[in-house]
């Protein structure tokens, strides 16, 4: 009996010790239950990225347009005033004006399209349009200012959208000679 008594008694404890732990496993799950349904902050953050990255991705995208919209207005106001120098060099010895300022602009401008530049140029007093304009040398007078102007339709790819209409750089430099 005295067997039957230290084995019940051993079952006892085992039997104690099982009931605690399912006790304990029913107060943790409970609380992980009670932390989950109070709207803890563990899904909040994931919740707040996905709101604000999209935002962010936007902005990021259009500071990056704006800087090769940027970068593409001061290669072309650096290659007209290039183009213009170089007409005022060769004021004397060129047969075609526009072309010989249209290649020093394109040259100048390597990032550019030469294709999408238009030129405009004005001498003595006359507006000559387009890349070539043999002929108008003429215009070209000893210590009369020369104005070359260029616009640049130039295109702002963003995921897959072109916005090429709403990007129309223009520059345009006056040179003297002296």
């Given at each position: 009996m005295v067997e039957?008594?230290?084995?019940?008694?051993?079952?006892?404890?085992?039997?104690?010790?099982?009931?605690?732990?399912?006790?304990?496993?029913?107060?943790?799950?409970?609380?992980?239950?009670?932390?989950?349904?109070s709207g803890g902050s563990q899904g909040s953050v994931l919740v707040e990225i996905a709101l604000v990255l999209p935002m962010l991705l936007a902005v990021l995208t259009a500071i990056c347009a704006f800087g090769v919209a940027f970068n593409n207005a001061l290669s072309l106001t650096s290659a007209v005033g290039l183009g213009a120098q170089q007409l005022q060099l060769i004021r004397t010895t060129t047969s075609d004006p526009c072309a010989d300022t249209l290649s020093a602009i394109k040259a100048a401008a390597p990032s550019l399209q030469g294709s999408s530049i238009n030129l405009s140029i004005t001498m003595n007093g006359?507006?000559?349009?387009?890349?070539?304009?043999?002929?108008?040398?003429?215009?070209?007078?000893?210590g009369g200012p020369v104005t070359v102007s260029a616009t640049y339709a130039c295109a702002l790819p963003i995921y897959g959208t072109t916005f090429s209409k709403a990007c129309q750089l223009s520059a345009k430099v006056t040179e003297y000679e002296y």
């Open positions: 039957a008594d230290k084995t019940s008694g051993h079952a006892g404890l085992a039997h104690a010790a099982t009931l605690r732990e399912l006790h304990a496993r029913r107060h943790s799950l409970i609380a992980c239950a009670r932390e989950l349904l006359t507006t000559v349009t387009g890349s070539s304009c043999s002929g108008d040398q003429s215009d070209l007078v000893a």
